[in-house]
């Protein structure tokens, strides 16, 4: 079973970058599609962004859409997202999970402690 590590938060002023990793700190990345998820203060978590196991196919919720990239490196058994031109509502705990394929349920065991992420205005 895989398990993953997020790392890469901090505090970044409105319009700045930042990426975060999800690195797997037992197993491999390689078979499974791999989901980034924001829960915001006050919001429920939500699904930011998403790689398939597959074909490497993408998706992204419509608040990130242009803004952020996912991507995934089996090599270094580490996914990726790049946050470009941030906006103070990207605040908050971001945390990466492992699933059989997009859009399926999350594996309980593979999520992360997350990683805080703040936008200054």
């Known amino acids: 079973q895989v398990r993953l590590a997020e790392s890469g938060g901090g505090l970044v002023q409105s319009g700045g970058s930042l990426r975060l990793s999800c690195a797997a700190t037992?197993?491999?990345?390689?078979?499974?599609?791999i989901g980034w998820f924001r829960r915001s203060p006050g919001k429920e978590r939500e699904a930011v962004s998403c790689?398939?196991?597959?074909?490497?196919?993408?998706e992204y919720d419509d608040s990130v859409k242009g803004r952020f990239t996912i991507s995934k490196e089996n090599a270094k058994n580490t996914a990726y997202l790049q946050m470009n031109n941030r906006k103070p509502e990207d605040t908050g705990l971001y945390s990466c999970?492992?699933?059989?394929?997009?859009?399926?349920?999350?594996?309980?065991?593979?999520w992360g402690q997350g990683t805080q992420v703040a936008v200054l205005s």
């Open positions: 999970a492992a699933m059989t394929e997009c859009g399926t349920r999350t594996f309980a065991d593979s």
């Open positions: 790689i398939s196991a597959i074909d490497g196919t993408k």
């Open positions: 037992s197993g491999t990345l390689d078979y499974y599609a």
